[in-house]
């Protein structure tokens, strides 16, 4: 009998896989926990703004799928000046993630050599109550088969700060890329205290 966890991730990549775009389709092996992590992701924009997500799906302890999380974001343009909305879920074998809605602005921040969109964010928990992220995401080309991609976010948790920051650079082949990321971490991953936790990845990713 399938799980509701497996239904549940399913549900969510068939229903998002309808509403693809600028879709890409990944996966990363983790060399550092030994396992695999599939990402379904998607980005485009209208007259209005732009609409945003990404699903994670875990396949680790011998479970078809371990964990999955996910992030859906609408932003809003108002000149050069993004006003938005994002919701932050996920569950595991264990039980549901803590949910976490955001509401937010975001700005391009040209660095010279690299352009950020850094966004904050108030951000509201059933457990913690009202905090605060700040996020910065970034891509940059760096010849036309090498591109340099990634974010960074910030955030409380009740009274402690949780930092992370996802680096990824990938080879074009075409549709087909290659390549991958780096997880880095602070108080992020379950267990793991303050000791700042990195986490490498090879991987591939399909475009649509």
Do not use: C
């Amino acid at each position: 009998m399938m799980s509701p966890l497996k239904k549940t991730t399913i549900g969510i990549a068939l229903l998002f896989g309808l509403l693809s775009a600028q879709t890409n389709v990944q996966l990363h092996y983790d060399t550092e926990r030994g396992h695999y992590t599939s990402t379904i992701e998607m980005f485009n924009t209208d007259d209005y703004g732009s609409n945003f997500f990404f699903v994670d799906f875990d396949y680790e302890e011998g479970r078809p799928t371990s964990a999955a999380y996910w992030e859906i974001a609408r932003m809003f343009n108002i000149e050069k000046t993004g006003f938005g909305i994002q919701y932050n879920g996920g569950l595991n074998t264990y039980g549901s993630f803590e949910p976490s809605w955001l509401i937010g602005m975001e700005y391009p921040v040209n660095l010279g050599i690299i352009e950020v969109i850094s966004s904050g964010w108030l951000r509201h928990t059933d457990l913690y109550g009202w905090g605060f992220q700040y996020t910065a995401v970034w891509f940059k080309p760096l010849s036309d088969k090498i591109s340099f991609t990634g974010f960074a976010d910030v955030w409380n948790d009740g009274q402690t700060t949780v930092w992370m920051s996802e680096p990824q650079i990938w080879y074009s082949l075409g549709k087909l890329s290659v390549g991958g990321e780096v997880e880095i971490s602070q108080n992020f991953v379950y267990g793991a205290g303050e000791d700042i936790q990195i986490m490498p990845t090879l991987g591939l990713k399909w475009e649509f």
